[in-house]
C-alpha cells in the first residue's frame, strides 16, 4: 500500500508533488484509519480474483481538506512477476454537491453542473437534461443542443447502451453509484475510451435524477497498453 507511481492530476487533487508521492504510504491519504481498513477489506479479495473495483472514498487533501473519492482499482501482473495495482482517482465533490442541490433549486443545480471541472450531465429517462461545456467538448456537441437528445448516440453501438443500462439503472435502484469504463462515440463518428460514473438522486418532488459524470481515460489505456 505504497506508491510507485503517480502523474500529475493525482498530484494535484492531493496536493503533492508526483514524484514526492513515490514511496509514500497510502495511508495519508485517507481521512482516518477507519476509513483506510475499510478501503483495503473491500479491494483486496476481489483484486485477488482478477475483478475491477470501484468504491467511494473519504480521502484528505494534504491541506487536511476531506473530499469524495470514486475509485477504480484494478490488478495486473508485470514481465517481472510482482502484481501491481492501478487505480484511479474521480474527484466526486461536485457530484455529492449535486445531490443536496437537487433538494434546493435548479439554478442552484444548473451552477454546480457548469463549473464542475469534469464531463457532467443531468439525465432523466435517458435524456440528457443539462450538460456542461466539458461533456460538449468531449463529445463535441454544443452543452445547450444536448438538452433534450438521447444518451444512445454518445454509445458506439446499441449493445454498449442496452448493456450500460441493463448494469446501471438496477444498481442505482439500490442506492449504489456505478462506476463503468466503456467506449464512446465522439459527434464525429470516432470512438474513444471513458470512465463513467453515474448516481441517482430523488428530487423532493418524488421524480428520479440521474448524474452522469464522464472522463477521457484515452491516454491511460494507452499507456497500460504499453
Known sequence: RKFTMA???????????????VGMETRSIYVDDEEFERVGQAVYSPLGR???????VRMRHSGGKPFDVLVNASAYVLATGPAEIVVT?????????????????????????????????LVTDRKIAMANSLLGEMFGYEPDKM????TRPLFVDDEEWESFGQ???PALEQGETVSMEMKVRHSS???FDALLSVSAFILAAGSTEVIVTVSDITERKRDEEK
Not at 438538452?147 to 438521447?150: I, K, L, Q, S
Request: proline content about 3%; aromatic content about 4%; hydrophobic content about 35%.
Open 7 to 21: 502523474n500529475n492530476m493525482l498530484g494535484e487533487m492531493l496536493g503533492y508533488e508526483p514524484d514526492k508521492m
Open 50 to 56: 482478477g475483478e475491477t473495483v470501484s468504491i467511494e
Open 89 to 121: 482517482l474521480v474527484d466526486i465533490s461536485d457530484q455529492k454537491k449535486v445531490a443536496a442541490s437537487l433538494q434546493e433549486n435548479e439554478e442552484r443545480l444548473r451552477s454546480i453542473i457548469n463549473t464542475a471541472p469534469i464531463g457532467m450531465a
Open 147 to 150: 438538452v433534450g437528445m438521447g
Open 167 to 169: 448494469t446501471v439503472y
Open 189 to 191: 463518428g470516432e470512438s
